[in-house]
């Protein structure tokens, strides 16, 4: 995989957010999401994608699932092929196979990641170096070895990291900048597990600013966290900020509302 394909693509993938959504899962209860902001956000989100140059395939909404538009936990999208996840939320589980002939029309390798083993696309972090993948309360050793088992016969190095406690994902606390420049927060980056990586860290008291997407050109970050834009401006990043208040009632952010890639 060349460097440049671990954030420019051609295509992502969206699902409209459902009128369930106020029922998805959250950690700690700040607060039901509204429906219509959700809406409105998302909307902001694919636009901002769109404004890339990118291909946007919005996927219609499912009301059986309230956490459906947080797609990234149901699928990895490399340039060689796709891997249907196996989510660890069992409310969540259907979601993949939603997801499942989406990426069939438009990717010719499939591969599943099947039952004990579970995996949810918000601890995998690719880099342009190796795939990272944080344990968590989600994500089990099985699902790691069997992303291995995939991911190593396409040519990938993965190498297995930790999910801080309490935190949901392990791209909740990390995002990709370039392909060898992370931001992270200080409690993940002090775990030691971006060595050799250029790290940028969130501003004190703005860790929630962690999940951010590179996507081509642009980093898209949720507003309301200056200190961390600016250090992103600073670093030569091009900001864009956008709302994320309701899905952060739902410990969603820029990384788990679109899977992103170029398809082969
Ligand atoms: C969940 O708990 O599964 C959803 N409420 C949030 C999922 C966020 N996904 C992500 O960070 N990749």
């Known amino acids: 995989m060349t460097q440049d394909a671990s954030f420019r693509f051609t295509h992502a993938i969206t699902r409209r957010p459902p009128g369930s959504v106020a029922n998805g899962l959250r950690a700690i209860d700040t607060g039901a999401p509204d429906p219509a902001l959700v809406a409105q956000h998302h909307a902001a989100y694919v636009a901002a994608l769109r404004a890339t140059g990118a291909t946007v395939i919005e996927l219609p909404a499912l009301d059986a699932y309230p956490d459906s538009l ?46 004990p083993a579970t995996i949810e696309g918000g601890d995998i972090l690719v880099t342009g170096r190796e795939i990272l993948v944080g344990t968590s309360a989600r994500t089990n050793a099985a699902g ?26 392990f791209k909740t606390d990390c995002a990709l900048l370039d392909a060898g420049t992370i ?58 900020e956008l709302p994320n208040s309701e899905c952060a009632k739902l410990d969603g952010g820029m990384s788990c509302l679109s899977l992103r890639f170029t398809p082969s």
């Open 70 to 115: 947080f797609v990234e936990d149901t699928a990895l999208c490399l340039p060689q092929g796709a891997v249907i996840m196996r989510p660890g939320a069992p409310s969540r589980l259907g979601e993949a196979a939603e997801m499942e002939p989406h990426l069939r029309a438009l990717y010719s390798r499939i591969h599943r990641i099947e039952a």
């Open 144 to 169: 790691i070895a069997a992303l291995d088992a995939i991911t190593s016969r396409w040519g990938h190095r993965l190498r297995q990291v930790h999910t801080p406690p309490g935190v949901l994902h």
């Open 183 to 240: 931001l992270s927060t200080e409690r993940l980056a002090a775990s030691g597990c971006f060595a050799g990586y250029r790290v940028i860290h969130t501003a004190p008291g703005e860790e929630a600013a962690a999940n951010v997407i590179r996507f081509n050109d642009a980093v898209l970050m949720p507003a309301g966290f200056p200190a961390t834009a600016q250090r992103l401006r600073d670093a030569g990043y091009g900001v864009t």
